[in-house]
């Protein structure tokens, strides 16, 4: 399922803002579990930790928090790198921490990284516009025995790919305001399931959002309407493709929008 569209959601607005006024110390923490709970380890130490898409940053910083040695973020949104930077800030800029502007369907900027022995690249690369090259070049910036952590939409959990292309579509058409009434419309139709009894239901999702990655409900909304260009994947032939490249799946989490790999490479 691929997107026809060139236009490009404006990530790093929405990531501006989630650091601007949600971002905070427990978020990191959070982010910070989530990331150890999937790979199964106490902390990063002796791994270097390359961050495609770093979008608001908050990942690099939990990474930093783990014990990483050497962090790199990069993204193709300016905006998304200066989200970074203020979060390299609150680090105290520390020198083993850098992010710019790069894109990962660039060959030479992809060659020129060199190899890290943890990539970490969440919820990115179905929104290149060429998945399929996107997750390659990826998967050569990592070294041998290395990880490489991702996230995709999938298509085996969401069985109507072509409603929410169409959805995105239109809310990257939109005016602020139409945006502003498709966010809570997703919110009265998918959220509260169309009935105003649950309004409730609402806050305590805005209250536990948090405790899934660090993420804020509404910054999360805005990415998931607007994430554009967008394709969905299955599972299984993310596996297949990366176990022909040398890869070997080590962790897999389902049943969300998002698919997580845990792969190693092993050849
Ligand atoms: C949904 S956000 C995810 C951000 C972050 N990884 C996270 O987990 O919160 C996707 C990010 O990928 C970035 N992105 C999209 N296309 C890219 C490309 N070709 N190269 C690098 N980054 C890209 C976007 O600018 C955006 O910041």
Request: aromatic residues 14%; charged residues 25%.
């Amino acid at each position: 399922m691929t997107s026809s569209s060139a236009d490009r959601y404006e990530f790093g607005k929405n990531w501006t803002r989630f650091v601007k006024t949600s971002a905070n110390d427990e978020r990191v923490d959070i982010a910070k579990r989530h990331i150890l709970a999937f790979v199964g380890r106490d902390n990063l130490n002796g791994l270097n930790f390359l961050d495609i898409g770093c979008g608001s940053g908050i990942h690099s910083l939990a990474a930093y928090r783990a014990g990483a040695g050497r962090i790199h973020g990069f993204d193709y949104d300016e905006d998304s790198v200066s989200a970074t930077n203020i979060m390299r800030q609150k680090a105290g800029e520390p020198k083993n921490w850098t992010a710019e502007q790069g894109d990962v369907l660039n060959d030479e900027y992809i060659a020129s990284l060199g190899k890290w022995n943890f990539v970490y690249s969440w919820g990115v690369l179905h929104h290149t516009g060429r998945v399929w090259h996107a997750i390659e070049n990826a998967s050569k910036t990592v070294a041998s025995d290395g990880l490489f952590y991702i996230a995709l939409y999938s298509e085996d959990v969401q069985t109507d790919p072509q409603f929410w292309l169409d959805v995105k579509r239109k809310y990257n058409e939109a005016s602020k305001r139409r945006r502003w009434l498709m966010e809570w419309w997703y919110i009265w139709r998918f959220v509260m399931g169309r009935n105003p009894l649950m309004f409730p239901y609402v806050l305590v999702r805005i209250v536990r959002h948090r405790l899934t990655r660090g993420m804020s409900f509404f910054a999360d909304i805005r990415d998931w309407l607007g994430g554009w260009p967008m394709e969905f994947t299955r599972d299984a032939d993310v596996i297949s493709y990366l176990a022909a490249r040398g890869f070997e799946k080590v962790n897999i989490k389902t049943g969300e929008a998002c698919t997580e790999f845990l792969f190693r490479r092993t050849a």
